[in-house]
Nanobody
């Protein structure tokens, strides 16, 4: 059974930074990993993905501000979030897929989510 456990969420002022972590049990190096977020009253949206080999992609809304990375030795994926805006406020979810990259339709495993609140 694969488990994903997020950490690092919290409250930060606009313009600040946070780093989310997601610790993964199981054969981490074989999974593509990703981050999604869901704001109140909105659908869950894709944020970023990283393949098992390190190829990355970010959504247009976070490109240039957020960076996804992974440490296969630590079975952990990260999301570095800089220049945060109030509209980044959401529950952030870690996701794993057996496909080459993570998309909204191929997630095999989800984390429980971590709250990020950006105050203006």
């Amino acid at each position: 059974q694969v488990q994903l456990v997020e950490s690092g969420g919290g409250v930060v002022q606009a313009g600040g930074s946070l780093r989310l972590s997601c610790a993964v049990s199981g054969r981490f190096s074989t999974y593509a990993m990703g981050w999604f977020r869901q704001a109140p009253g909105k659908e869950r949206e894709f944020v970023a993905t990283i393949s098992y080999s390190g190829t990355r992609a970010h959504s247009d809304s976070v490109k240039g501000r957020f960076t996804i990375s992974r440490d296969n030795a630590k079975n952990t994926v990260y999301l570095q979030m800089n220049t945060l805006k109030p509209e980044d406020t959401a529950v952030y979810y870690c996701a794993a897929s057996t496909s080459r990259v993570v998309t909204s339709t191929n997630v095999n495993y989800w984390g429980q989510g971590t709250q990020v609140t950006v105050s203006s």
